[in-house]
T-cell receptor, first 109, second 114 residues
Framework: GQNIDQPTEMTATEGAIVQINCTYQ??????LFWYQQHAGEAPTFLSY????GLEEKGRFSSFLSRSKGYSYLLLKELQMKDSASYLC??????????FGSGTRLSIRP | NAGVMQNPRHLVRRRGQEARLRCSPM?????VYWYRQLPEEGLKFMVY????????ESGMPKERFSAEFPKEGPSILRIQQVVRGDSAAYFC????????????FGPGTRLTVL
């Protein structure tokens, strides 16, 4: 079957670091995405991993281990505006993208 | 370069009516994807289209739902005889070419069925 698991909610402190984990089981694998979604808004693209390893982009980094079916999104120097849902998604085949239910991250001062 | 456009942003229909949701992809993008998001849930893939072709409709309900992407004009997601369970946010995404490209999302249409 197809399954993407990520924690439902997380809380972190402004200025700190948080790691959001994602595990997946899909029939095919052709890359993993992380999207950010503020309440009532569209998802916005954060990162894409297709090979094992760490991709760094400013305050955000994403890691992938294909053999373990595992990824994480690392957010550094947290800001209040980072409060949002973070969606892990796997491309299964040429086009179809399967999304997890998202992790709602709350940042406290 | 304008982003993905969707209209209307909010749509209210009574049970049994038809809903038409429109999506204009980003300039230069020829691939369109439709997703549905229920409250507090993740995005669920519905359909993937290129101009005048449906490539993958494995996520579309077999009845009442249809999608098209004509040679000219926006992509349309059509829901006939809406029911309360159709109430959701419907997001459109586009990509420039091959299906492996990153998808960029529109602002969504929030459908409420009374």
């Amino acid at each position: 079957g197809q399954n993407i698991d990520q924690p439902t909610e997380m809380t972190a402190t402004e200025g700190a670091i948080v790691q959001i984990n994602c595990t997946y089981q899909t029939s095919g694998f052709n890359g993993l995405f992380w999207y950010q979604q503020h309440a009532g808004e569209a998802p916005t693209f954060l990162s894409y991993n297709v090979l094992d390893g760490l991709e760094e982009k400013g305050r955000f980094s994403s890691f992938l281990s294909r053999s373990k079916g595992y990824s994480y999104l690392l957010l550094k120097e947290l800001q209040m505006k980072d409060s949002a849902s973070y969606l892990c998604a796997v491309r299964d085949g040429a086009s179809k993208i399967i999304f997890g239910s998202g992790t709602r991250l709350s940042i406290r001062p | 370069n304008a982003g993905v456009m969707q209209n209307p942003r909010h749509l209210v229909r009574r049970r049994g009516q038809e809903a038409r949701l429109r999506c204009s992809p980003m300039k230069g993008h020829s691939h369109v994807y439709w997703y549905r998001q229920l409250p507090e849930e993740g995005l669920k893939f519905m359909v993937y289209l290129q101009k005048e072709n449906i490539i993958d409709e494995s996520g579309m309900p077999k009845e009442r739902f249809s999608a098209e992407f004509p040679k000219e004009g926006p992509s349309i997601l059509r829901i006939q005889q809406v029911v309360r369970g159709d109430s959701a946010a419907y997001f459109c995404a586009s990509s420039p070419g091959q299906g492996t490209d990153t998808q960029y999302f529109g602002p969504g249409t929030r459908l409420t069925v009374l």
